[in-house]
């Protein structure tokens, strides 16, 4: 919490304070000139008196209320600064994660990381900034003034304190662990609620509604279960403070009654005392409610801190170099093995070849041969056990992501389309890009027919994940986007699967003048995809099982014939 405590300014967090103890001073204040109007005005009836402290009162209540409102903008603008501040941070961040990273903190959680918990840790530094402090000031203040007044009377509290201190702790044994458990339950609760979402048109394929609803309702009861044990012991306080107080008032009028009763007291003391009770109770309570809440926030703070103290495991260099693709270019993958953080087998292995400009590698093989775990090797996602990537013979490792991630246009397996226009989408990759260079990479990627029949066009908005277009659109429109961006190297990962042989085969031909200044490579389950490129890699269980043309695998190579019996019709092939 202190960690994160730090990110706020430090002057408005100084002024918050003075702004509280200001408050604080006059509201200790004004009990002892109420007990003085009282005392001195009204039993002896000097209308002057009265009028003058009346002022000074009214002077202080005006003091106290703008101190007030002083402490309370500025406690809930640093709250709600910091929560930004905290928010940006994780964003910054994650985007920032290796793959590796992510995966293993989990995208909903990340999520609940970001909202809910950065809520939980806001909420408290409020309440820390107006209460925390002022809680125990106002409680040894009011405690001192109320002993000042009555030192007889001050001694109900040595009986009330320590009940409402039990009575505080057995609140906070029993809830804490509740509030506790329910930053993940929240975690679960978005989990099952994304993958609800997400996969909504599978569950319907799939009649799995009812199953969704009660996977759903589960984490859902879990976490209403977990809060409403929480709150049903949080609901004891109030009625118990109740009679907590009432009981101490009714205390300090009996034995009060007694004493101004016995002349030994005046009335005015005895209502000073009993709003000094009252402000020594209320900050007690106050104290309690923090202590309550700050556990909550420390798991919450925790669970941010994480997140901010991960460390990539993908790190740029001390020394970048920076790689120029001018007149030559080359892709090397270099005797490469790579494992997935945790896994015990390697997912590549001995990953062995070499691609020029102008040249296309297709790599080829069964699901889950590690087609895609290479492709996603040369954007440096992941960092590679042994062997080396090259470009132009400098190691992957050796430049910085953002300057590697500029040479390379990428078309991932799943289309990713991010709302806005169709032209905000293609710019993603070159945000100069001209409606010229556009319609010309849309026209490669057989994407201009559907682009220019809709009505705007360009301007054409796209929905979240670009649910308006069909997957094979999709797929074109982020084919489309890589080639605008003019890479060097060009990954297209089995992004031609959605699209029809004939639209398949027209792609691969207009490819080909744009991308002579390219290193080209194709991951793709069809042969006919990848029968024209210069160098066929056959994947089988990780490693590369066939290296070659076409023509070369069919005939030697018994993975790729099998592949190829499998697709194609004798007179195809
Ligand atoms: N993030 C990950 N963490 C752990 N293992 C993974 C991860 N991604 C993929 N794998 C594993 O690595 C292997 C290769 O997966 P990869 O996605 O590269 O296969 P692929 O050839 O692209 O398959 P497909 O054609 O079905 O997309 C699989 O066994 C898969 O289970």
């Known amino acids: 919490m202190m960690k994160l405590a730090k990110r706020m300014n430090g002057l408005a967090v100084f002024g918050a304070i003075l702004f509280m103890v200001i408050q604080v001073i006059g509201d200790l204040y004004l009990p002892t000139l109420t007990a003085d109007i009282i005392d001195n005005g009204v039993a002896t009836g000097d209308v002057d008196y009265i009028i003058s402290v009346g002022i000074k009162m009214l002077g202080f209540s005006l003091l106290s209320v703008a101190a007030a409102t002083a ?3 500025l406690a809930s603008r640093q709250s709600q600064l910091l929560g930004k501040n905290v928010r940006s ?29 950065v809520v939980q840790v806001q909420m408290v530094a409020m309440m820390a900034l107006r209460m925390m402090i002022m809680a125990p000031i106002m409680l040894t203040g009011a405690g001192v003034m109320a002993y000042n007044r009555e030192p007889k009377l001050a001694s109900i509290f040595l ?60 984490a859902n009861k879990d976490f209403a279960d977990t809060s409403i044990k929480a709150n049903t012991i949080m609901s004891f306080m109030m009625p118990v403070m109740t009679l907590i107080i009432s009981a101490t008032n009714i205390s300090i009028i009996w034995f009060g009654g007694h004493y101004i009763g016995d002349g030994l ?55 970048p170099v920076k790689v120029q693709m001018a007149d030559k270019g080359t892709l090397e993958f270099d005797h490469v093995d790579f494992r997935y953080t945790g896994a015990e087998q390697l997912a590549l292995e001995d990953i062995d070849f070499k691609g020029n400009k102008g040249e296309m590698v297709a790599v080829i093989g069964g699901t889950g041969s590690g087609k895609s775990t290479l492709a996603n090797l040369i954007a440096r996602f992941y960092d590679i056990e042994s062997g080396s990537i090259r470009i132009n013979n400098v190691d992957i490792r050796d430049m910085n992501q953002k300057d590697l991630r500029s040479l390379i246009g990428y078309a991932p397996q799943k289309a990713v389309l991010f709302t806005g226009t169709i032209r905000s989408n293609m710019q993603y990759g070159k945000p100069d890009a001209t409606d010229e260079e556009i319609w010309h990479a849309l026209e490669v990627a057989q994407a201009k027919d559907f682009v220019s029949e809709l009505p705007d066009g360009l301007d054409s908005n796209v929905e979240q994940g670009g649910g308006n277009f069909s997957g094979g659109q999709k797929q074109r429109l982020s084919i489309a986007r890589a080639l605008v961006s003019k890479a060097d190297i060009l990954v297209f990962d089995d992004s031609f699967s959605a699209l029809d042989f004939k639209t398949d085969a027209a792609l691969r031909n207009a490819l080909v003048p744009e991308t002579k200044d390219s290193v080209v490579m194709v991951i793709a389950q069809r042969i006919s995809t990848v029968m024209n490129a210069d160098t066929i890699l056959v994947m089988d269980g990780g490693r590369i099982v066939g290296k070659g043309t076409h023509e070369e695998l069919k005939e030697t190579n018994a993975t790729y014939q099998e592949i190829m019996n499998s697709q194609m019709r004798e007179e195809e092939i």
Do not use: C, H
Request: glycine share 2%.
């Open 71 to 73: 402490n309370v903008y």
């Open 89 to 117: 941070s994780i964003f910054k961040k994650v985007s920032y994660f290796s793959n590796d990273a992510i995966d293993e903190l989990g995208t909903s959680s990340l999520i609940t990381r970001t909202t809910n918990d």
């Open 159 to 218: 009986y009330v304190l320590p009940i409402l201190a039990i009575f505080m702790v057995a609140i906070m044994y029993f809830a804490v662990p509740y509030f506790k458990k329910m930053q993940s339950k929240t975690d679960r609760l978005n989990l099952v609620f994304r993958e609800g979402l997400t996969g909504i048109r599978v569950i319907r394929a799939f009649n799995r509604n009812d199953s969704e609803i009660k996977r759903f309702d589960a």
């Open 265 to 319: 007291m005046e009335v005015g003391n005895l209502i000073t005392f009993m709003t000094y009770a009252m402000q020594i109770l209320m900050s007690f309570m106050m104290l309690s409610m923090i202590f309550i809440f700050i556990p909550r926030a420390q798991v919450s703070a925790a669970r941010i801190n994480e997140v901010l103290e991960t460390e990539s495991s993908v790190k740029d260099p001390e020394k």
